[in-house]
């Protein structure tokens, strides 16, 4: 008996998942419903620890085809919907997939990946909506009373964002059937710091390809009710947290940003006293917008650093952040070594800046890869790719990644230092500061501003901002150029694109 058997028998008619302003699914009929699926899962040939992958949108389908997919005993790949043909087709080939399931909506999106995947002659091709040439139709062939019982449960790949570069498929063993209701002590410390339980109603704001979509799965194998919005617009989410008496919510800064930017009578028409616990995550957020949300929701905001490898998660609260403006709070997974970038592993002090490492982690392996990961030091302790320190109060603070480290005449830059002393001039909208090549110094530090509205000219502005960073950085850490742009390159959760700004604005003028 796994999770969802266990809440179906017990509040069969409760709602599972809620589509806002769309359709509904019990427990009972999410259980129902996903036993169909695997079963026919398992008659199209596919067996433990096979991979499909999914190609789908915010939708009652979505969740039901996870929970199909870990009762057929197979690893399932969400794709990004907004992924170009050739991204698609190198996650399918990486991950081996055997089988593509994607929405009527997005089957051409599937057929050009296909057309450019060299092993999709060996793969199944099948929607829930109508099948074309070359496709079947999901559950459209009767599947046999048994068609061979998985004896694993099946659980997701999560490949990285990409934002450095190659996306890598993140991959843990199967568990057995018997281990279906047993919580590992990692999950357990994080459902515990985000206050999860069966009388919680969590909003989804988020495309739930993203790993965020592992908290609808959370919800579920909690007990509580999983509320989704089809996709993001500030206004909608506001009137869904009163409709659904909202108690848990996740979000990026750049959502925390466009509800901020709603008229004033529009942010307060809405009643948000259920609204327990708002998380966020995934991206830096500017102190100014954090403590502007805080004045707004009070301190329910809370705040957690982690990645798709579980590596280790820190957390913090609203007041916890109040007295550590900046910080991402304190490891509730293990504790945090701080190395030093020159691979000698020495454990720097406090305050000092190197290489964010964490003990207490989840194993884990790249997929192709034979070492489980680059991110692992010789003492086991496992890195996401980050740099930041840890003030004498336990308390981490983020510096950048790794590869995002500008270099400028042996001096290490840190982009996101030069970004918190841009994002406090009042003509700073958004920023992202990289660094491009300089034949004499190596490194030049390059800025991308998004000005504020009705700011003022492009000259003047830029002058404005090199004085107000000279007024508090050292002059090496201070932009030599700045260009202004309309928005910041942002996958579809919000995470901003280093690796895509970095080739765009690769040439000095």
């Known amino acids: 008996m796994d999770w969802l058997d266990f809440h179906a028998a017990r509040q069969p008619d409760k709602v599972a998942i809620q589509i806002v302003g769309d359709k509904s699914i019990s427990y009972a009929t999410l259980d129902q419903t996903s036993r169909q699926m695997a079963q026919w899962f398992r008659s199209q040939g596919l067996r433990d620890g096979d991979t499909i992958a999914l190609l789908l949108e915010n939708d009652i389908l979505t969740p039901t085809l996870w929970w ?45 990946a296909r057309a450019e995947w060299p ?37 997701e790949i999560i490949y990285s964002s990409g934002t450095t570069g190659r996306p890598k498929g993140i991959r843990r063993a199967l568990t057995g059937v018997d281990q279906a209701r047993t919580i590992p002590v990692f999950e357990q410390k994080l459902r515990l710091a985000c206050a999860l339980d069966r009388d919680s109603v969590y909003l989804s704001v988020s495309p739930l390809y993203h790993a965020t979509g592992r908290y609808v799965m959370r919800i579920v194998e909690g007990g509580g009710t999983a509320v989704i919005l089809s996709q993001f617009d500030a206004a909608e989410a506001l009137a869904a947290i009163e409709k659904y008496h909202i108690t848990h919510s996740q979000w990026v800064p750049t959502m925390f940003t466009r509800l901020l930017d709603l008229p004033a ?61 900046g910080s991402v709070g304190r490891s509730i997974t293990g504790a945090i070594h701080i190395l030093d970038e020159d691979g000698s592993n020495r454990e720097l002090a406090t305050g000092e800046i190197g290489l964010i490492y964490f003990e207490g982690g989840v194993p884990f392996q790249y997929i192709n890869q034979d070492t489980p990961s680059a991110a692992l030091s010789d003492r086991g302790y496992a890195t996401y790719g980050d740099l930041g320190h840890v003030d004498s109060d336990g308390y981490l603070f983020i510096s950048d990644r790794r590869s995002d480290l500008i270099i400028r005449g042996g001096v290490n830059i840190y982009p996101r230092e030069v970004e918190l002393a841009l994002e406090a001039h009042p003509a700073v909208r958004e920023v992202a500061v990289v660094g491009v090549s300089d034949a004499e110094y190596g490194q030049q ?58 080739a765009d604005h690769a040439t000095v003028p």
């Open 68 to 112: 199909a997919a870990r009762r057929a005993g197979l690893y399932y790949v969400p794709l990004g919907t907004r992924l170009r043909p050739g991204e698609i087709a190198y996650i399918l080939s990486d991950s081996g997939a055997r089988a593509l399931i994607a929405a009527p909506s997005l089957m051409s999106l599937a057929d050009a």
């Open 119 to 155: 092993d999709a002659d060996a793969c199944l091709f099948a929607t829930p909506g109508d099948a074309a040439a070359g496709w079947v139709g999901v559950g459209s062939d009767e599947a046999p009373t048994i068609a061979g019982q998985a004896a694993v449960v099946g659980r």
């Open 265 to 325: 009578a529009k942010r307060s028409e809405h009643d948000l006293s259920s609204h327990r616990v708002a998380l966020h995550a995934a991206a830096p957020c500017p102190v100014d917008v954090k403590r502007a949300m805080i004045a707004w929701w009070g301190p329910i905001l809370s705040e957690y650093y982690g990645g798709s490898e579980n590596a280790g998660v820190t957390f913090i609260t609203a007041e916890e952040w109040l007295q550590h403006p």
């Open 445 to 502: 530090v390059k800025a991308v501003v998004v000005p504020a509205e009705n700011c003022i000219d492009d000259d003047r502005l830029r002058d404005m901002l090199v004085a107000h960073c000279r007024a508090q950085l050292a002059s090496i850490k201070c932009p030599t150029i700045i260009d202004f742009a309309a928005d910041l390159p942002r996958n579809e959760n919000g995470k901003l694109l280093k690796r895509v700004l970095r």
